[in-house]
């Protein structure tokens, strides 16, 4: 029976499926909602800013849960005292160690969309360094305020003044403004120390194999010249492939390390020692070689820190009076712990 | 002597149709955000009655702004690949045949880079530019992989695979200029995502996707007959030329189409179509609707579990799609008793 | 050896119903590309076939056989000249019409995905319906039938991959009288069949075109097969069509001889259809 109903039913049969189909899709299309209750809570004190990216963000009137995206995000958060308002942060924000225990929303590149809004955050903060654009795009359409900073290509002043305006977009202008301001003296301080020397030059190694450094634009670029050091590959790319051969034509000073926690410079020291080439170049003769910890390379309060002991390693004559300092190159410093203030607790680090 | 009915076919793909609705609502249930059934059910009622005000507004959200679409995604996309998959597997009479082999999919992906390169501030235009990239690439496939005219089975196998190449080596080469955020994307992009909204509403996407599925359905008839031979088929009246073209644009407009939407997720159409020949024969008219409802039930599941599985964490859909298909595939593949 | 021996010109008898086949000098030529000169000429050949016959197309390698088959199946259409079925001409039949009179039986059948003998048969129905079809009753009974005139009932739900190569045959047969056609053409079927293969093939078409009104054409070289089961022999040597008649009026031995450049003898039989003799030593 059913055979003979359908004969010659088939192709209309098909058609309206299709038409059916193609009405629902509609109810299903993300684009139909926009700004949900946070924002518009209170119209009239919504205030409209724009992030780094050029994105026009509506604020809410409160922020009061903050999820962050990217670990130097996090740590912001907490130099910032914010940490009770922190909703979620991803897998990998490990700095503090505090922030693990957050609850997370998945890795950076791509996190969970869904997390992200189960947390109801009325702020997101996103990086351009370790963020997708689509992340985003998917959560403004959604109606969630997205506060994207910029991350590769900021100077080291610009990063601070993104502090400063983070702090003012959560409600912790003071704070933000006191903790700048103490970052900056000690960033002065190192500058005036070092105004008379000559910029170390030395290699800046992202990745070994191949050989990648870092392009004149990037942050670690301006980090470097605030702790004394100028890389040897002034670049307009940002993560420039290096060979080999440039290293030993150009011999820098001092090769730097941003390795994991289970890397001291003593042993990369010995790794290179042992490999062709690298064996030879005058930075590893000499011992010159520099181990900042990953965590410390970051447009976070923390970078101050490893600007400071970049410093120290490099420039050690210029820290010569400072006699209560144990300065070898070949210790294994670990990332200063940053207290609710802004200052490390590594006495040995100077003011 | 059973010949294939309508009424078969009518059957089949109800029973292939339920189950994809349970995939659905099964996949609306999971996710990081906790909502009951009945919730689930009450929301999805509410909003097909337009009563927007009365859903919580994170339901709303969740459901509506974040599960549903990416559903719909999922659905579209399945089916599309599946059916090209069997689409080309005919035209190009090669069981391992499946949407990507002509390079459909590298042109979308170049189309995407250049968008990225060109206006990386313009997100939304990666998937009309990605679509534009393939459309490109199947021209350009087309006049190559024609012989005396016509298209032939062996050129356009070679031209396609020789396109695919070189738009690999031009994409590599593109992709060292990208900056590290667009870098990242494109790979993401490449691996094949399904969380990132369409920014063409779906109604269209579903409208040519039924005009290219139902296209191909066309000459189901006639590709049956030109899997025995071409010459045989166009003995008893079949006009192979026409139907290789008709064959040719639908299944590659089906894969720009997913391509464009969600990146190139793998496996689903060379599995599927395999998978319905096991189940219910090699007839064209039962392959083409089984293997979309059955393409989007795939998605569907893998897409759920590429969510679920490691929360918050979002696995790539296309290793999903492989480890839930290719179980299935092995186990009916020892089953086969002939 | 190259004076050709000319065309009978004897009168035959006119046959009751009109030819069903019609070929009129029709000829036909091909090159290597499209400025050069042509490789290959065959024609003028003219001659008719008429309902239950079966003609056999009867040459030496290259001599334009298959070229004329094609022709025949309307693949080609000829140069000069005109070749009808039933008073039409076959180059301006479309497609579907074409398949509904002339079924080619084809040598092999390469399958991509396995099919079952019965499906395979069915699809000879395709010419008679609408382009996206679902067989009809009346489809079924016909594929059964053919089926059955092959003597090929009891192989229906085999896979066609597992078939012997006889058996594919038969089947593909089938599939080409499930459509129904009025004229049936075979290229060399008897290639790769052993005698009893050759034999029982010829006489099942010679059962077909006797019974069921068929016209059978079939292009071959073997000179006993077509002077014991043809009506009608067409002898062509390089492209040229040298004779047409009944077997006795073609089987000459020095014609054949010059033809296939062996030494042949022909003996007629108390049936009145010749026998042909090889020699081994001259």
């Known amino acids: 029976m059913t055979a003979r109903f359908f004969r010659g039913r088939l192709r209309p049969a098909v058609a309206l499926t299709a038409m059916l189909v193609s009405f629902a899709a509609p109810r299903a299309d993300a684009s139909r909602f926009t700004a949900s209750d946070g924002a518009q809570a209170s119209g009239t004190n919504a205030r409209v800013v724009v992030d780094d990216v050029g994105r026009r963000v509506v604020m809410p009137a409160q922020v009061n849960r903050i999820v962050t995206l990217a670990p130097n995000l996090t740590e912001t958060v907490y130099a910032l005292g914010l940490e009770d308002k922190l909703a979620g942060d991803t897998d990998v924000c490990d700095t503090p160690p505090a922030a693990k225990r957050k609850p997370h929303v998945g890795e950076p590149q791509n996190p969970s969309l869904e997390a992200i809004v189960a947390l109801r955050p009325d702020l997101v903060l996103a990086t351009t360094s370790i963020n997708v654009e689509s992340t985003a795009d998917a959560l403004a359409r959604l109606g969630i305020a997205v506060y994207t900073t910029a991350g590769d290509t900021q100077t080291v002043v610009q990063m601070l003044d993104s502090i400063a305006r983070m702090a003012d977009l959560m409600g912790a202008g003071p704070q933000g403004t006191e903790l700048v301001a103490r970052l900056r003296a000690r960033l002065d301080s190192l500058h005036a120390r070092l105004a008379d020397r000559p910029m170390a030059h030395v290699l800046f190694v992202v990745w070994e194999d191949p050989l990648i450094t870092i392009g004149q634009n990037t942050f670690i670029a301006d980090a470097l010249r605030w702790g004394g050091a100028e890389s040897i590959v002034l670049s307009s790319q940002n993560w420039p492939h290096l060979s080999l051969e440039e290293v030993v034509r150009l011999q820098p000073d001092y090769i730097i390390f941003a390795g994991g926690h289970d890397e001291s410079a003593e042993s990369e020291l010995a790794e290179l020692r042992a490999k062709p080439i690298w064996r030879d170049l005058d930075a590893v003769e000499a011992g010159h070689v520099v181990n900042l910890s990953e965590e410390s390379i970051r447009p976070a309060p923390g970078l101050v820190d490893a600007i400071e002991q970049l410093a120290h390693d490099v420039h050690p004559d210029a820290f010569a009076d400072k006699a209560e300092m144990l300065n070898t190159k070949f210790e294994m410093r670990p990332a200063p712990a940053i207290r609710g203030d802004g200052g490390s607790e590594c006495d040995s680090c100077g003011r | 002597m059973r010949p294939l009915t309508p009424g078969r076919v009518g059957a089949i793909c109800l029973g292939l149709g339920l189950v994809l609705f349970a995939a659905v609502v099964v996949s609306l249930r999971m996710g990081a955000y906790p909502i009951a059934i009945s919730d689930i059910v009450t929301s999805l009622v509410q909003g097909a009655l337009g009563r927007w005000n009365n859903i919580p507004t994170e339901s709303r959200l969740v459901i509506f702004g974040l599960r549903l679409p990416r559903i719909a995604l999922g659905v579209l996309v399945g089916a599309s690949l599946a059916t090209s998959g069997a689409g080309f597997q005919a035209l190009l009479r090669n069981p391992l045949a499946d949407p990507y082999v002509l390079g459909v999919s590298s042109g979308a992906a170049l189309g995407a880079i250049v968008s990225l390169i060109a206006a990386p501030h313009a997100p939304a235009l990666i998937q009309v530019a990605a679509f534009a990239g393939a459309l490109a690439t199947i021209a350009v496939v087309y006049f190559l992989g024609r012989r005396g005219g016509q298209l032939d089975s062996a050129t356009l196998l070679l031209a396609g695979i020789i396109t695919a190449s070189f738009l690999s080596a031009v994409i590599m080469f593109l992709m060292t200029t990208l900056s590290g955020r667009d870098l990242r994307g494109m790979a993401f992009w490449l691996m094949g995502d399904l969380q990132a909204p369409s920014t063409v509403s779906a109604k269209w996407l579903y409208i040519v996707m039924g005009i290219a599925v139902g296209s191909i359905y066309s000459t189901a008839s006639d590709l049956n007959l030109i899997l025995t031979g071409e010459n045989e088929a166009r003995h008893l009246g079949v006009n192979v030329e026409r139907v290789k073209l008709v064959v040719y644009v639908g299944a590659s407009l089906l894969t720009g189409l997913a391509v464009s939407v969600s990146g190139a997720i793998g496996y689903v159409g060379l599995l599927v179509p395999h998978l319905m020949r096991m189940l219910f024969g090699s007839d064209y008219r039962l392959l083409i609707p089984t293997s979309a409802i059955s393409g989007a039930i795939l998605i569907v599941v893998a897409d759920t579990l590429a969510r679920t599985v490691v929360a918050p964490t979002e696995l790539p859909v296309g290793a999903m799609t492989a480890l839930a298909g290719a179980p299935v595939f092995i186990y009916l593949m020892r089953r086969r008793v002939r | ?282």
């Open chain 3, 1 to 282: 050896m190259s004076t050709p021996v000319p065309l009978p010109t004897a009168p035959r008898p006119i046959p009751a119903n009109a030819p069903r086949v019609k070929v009129e000098q029709a000829s036909y030529a091909y090159a290597a590309t499209d400025r050069s000169a042509p490789k290959f000429t065959l024609g003028p050949v003219s001659f008719e076939a008429n309902p239950r016959e079966l003609v056999a197309i009867l040459g030496p390698n290259a001599s334009g056989k298959s070229t004329l088959l094609r022709l025949l199946a309307g693949m080609e259409k000829p140069l000069s000249g005109r070749i009808e079925i039933d008073g039409n001409e076959i180059s301006t039949l479309d497609l579907r019409t074409r398949a509904q009179r002339i079924a080619l039986v084809q040598q092999e059948s390469e399958l991509l995905f396995p099919l079952r003998v019965w499906e395979y048969v069915l699809q000879g129905r395709y010419p008679h319906g609408r382009r996206l079809r679902f067989e009809s009753d009346e489809d079924c009974l016909l594929a059964g039938n053919a089926l059955a005139q092959v003597g090929a009932d009891a192989l229906r739900d085999r896979w066609m991959d597992r078939l012997s190569g006889g058996e594919k045959q038969r089947v593909i047969l089938a599939r080409a009288l499930a459509q129904q056609p009025s004229l049936l053409l075979l290229d060399e079927p008897t290639q790769h069949l052993d005698i009893g293969g050759k034999v029982e093939l010829l006489r099942r078409l010679r059962k077909l075109a006797d019974g069921n009104r068929y016209t059978v054409l079939v292009v071959t070289h073997e000179l006993d097969l077509a002077a014991e089961f043809a009506d009608r022999v067409v002898l062509l040597q390089k492209g040229k069509c040298l004779r047409v008649g009944t077997a006795p009026e073609v089987y000459e031995p020095a014609l054949l001889s010059e033809v296939f450049e062996a030494p042949i003898e022909v003996e007629t039989r108390a049936s009145g259809r010749p026998r042909v003799i090889l020699r081994g030593n001259p």
